[in-house]
T-cell receptor, first 114, second 114 residues
Framework: EPEVTQTPSHQVTQMGQEVILRCVPI?????FYWYRQILGQKVEFLVS????????KSEIFDDQFSVERPDGSNFTLKIRSTKLEDSAMYFC????????????FGPGTRLTVT | DQQVKQNSPSLSVQEGRISILNCDYT??????FLWYKKYPAEGPTFLIS?????DKNEDGRFTVFLNKSAKHLSLHIVPSQPGDSAVYFC?????????????FGPGTRLSVLP
């Protein structure tokens, strides 16, 4: 069964450094998403991406964040200058029909900012 | 501003009995609701969904009920199995003044006891 994959599973970085989290969505999906879950808190929507552009973003997704689909298979989340509060699990998701419908999630990348 | 609430952080049920997980929402613009299950160290997995034009949707052991007037939905699992032990997230989707909104609740940890 096709699945969403994410790399790395765990990323440790120092405050102020740039990180890139990578995702490979399911191949025939057209809509892509990033979520985060701070330890002990709920899953929060960050951004949705369709047709090579951002379609929706939350207030969390500020200028420090960017997304890209560089090569038709990868979907990346970049944090330019990480802060301690960026430490969280980051989940990538994808689906075919748009954000109203069931999304398939990857296993997540645990980001630890020290 | 908690648009999606799951007021029970945890629930314990005996194997074979019914599990009922509850979810309340505040935004009347939500028109699609989903339940996800999450095991530790994995991304959320889609379980079942319901459109606002329905009041019930059933899939095997899982049934979701929607009461629009009360802005309340519930997930019933019957019979409950030990493998159902996980965190269950309610999610809601709809358009508001700021665009497409997709919001997760804080989750309920279900423990099914053998």
């Amino acid at each position: 069964e096709p699945e969403v994959t994410q790399t790395p599973s765990h990323q440790v970085t120092q405050m102020g450094q740039e990180v890139i989290l990578r995702c490979v969505p399911i191949s025939n999906h057209l809509y892509f998403y990033w979520y985060r879950q701070i330890l002990g808190q709920k899953v929060e929507f960050l951004v949705s991406f369709y047709n090579n552009e951002i379609s929706e973003k939350s207030e969390i997704f500020d200028d420090q964040f960017s997304v890209e689909r560089p090569d038709g298979s990868n979907f990346t989340l970049k944090i330019r200058s990480t802060k301690l509060e960026d430490s969280a699990m980051y989940f990538c998701a994808s689906n075919r029909q748009g954000s109203a419908y069931e999304q398939y999630f990857g296993p997540g990348t645990r980001l630890t900012v020290t | 501003d908690q648009q999606v609430k799951q007021n029970s952080p945890s629930l314990s049920v005996q194997e074979g009995r019914i599990s009922i997980l509850n979810c309340d929402y505040t935004n009347s613009m939500f028109d699609y609701f989903l339940w996800y299950k999450k095991y530790p160290a994995e991304g959320p997995t889609f379980l079942i969904s319901i459109s606002s034009i329905k009041d019930k949707n059933e899939d095997g052991r899982f049934t979701v009920f929607l009461n629009k007037s009360a802005k309340h939905l519930s997930l019933h699992i019957v019979p409950s199995q030990p493998g159902d032990s996980a965190v269950y997230f309610c999610a809601a989707s709809g358009r508001d003044n700021y665009g497409q909104n997709f919001v997760f609740g804080p989750g309920t940890r279900l423990s099914v006891l053998p």
